[in-house]
């Protein structure tokens, strides 16, 4: 019985978001885990799906396209020497927001869905 009741409450903490566990992690560089702007490397550009650089996290560092795994962007910093893209649509389709070399944004909006390094310096 005892043991019911420790599953029970782990159970409940665990849907109330109390009970937390180590950072999950893929091998492409996205994951759900809380970091900071700092984790965006030098010649990257990285969204983040909560404001404050927190959440899932997606980094870039060509100009191939590529998916963010995510819908919307809470946070972006471009950390490299190029402007960047970031398009609302999969596939660099749909609308495109345009980030200037160096640009870091704590809080934003912005759809999100892939994102890409531009050939030049300017937007």
Do not use: E, H
């Not at 999950?24 to 990257?44: E, F, I, K, V």
Request: hydrophobic letters at 45%.
């Amino acid at each position: 019985m005892v043991r019911v009741l420790r599953a029970s409450a782990a159970l409940a903490l665990s849907a109330a978001g109390l009970l937390l566990g180590p950072p999950a992690r893929g091998d492409d560089g996205t994951g759900l885990a809380p970091s900071s702007s700092a984790q965006c490397a030098t010649g990257q550009l990285c969204v983040w799906a909560s404001a404050g650089y927190v959440g899932r996290f997606a980094a870039v560092s060509s100009t191939t396209i590529k998916s963010t795994g995510m819908s919307l962007a809470g946070a972006v910093r471009n950390r490299s020497s190029k402007a960047a893209a970031v398009y609302s649509g999969a596939s660099g389709s749909g609308t495109a927001t345009c980030f200037a070399p160096g640009a870091q944004i704590s809080s934003t909006s912005v759809a999100a869905a892939s994102f890409r390094l531009l050939t030049t310096s300017t937007c």
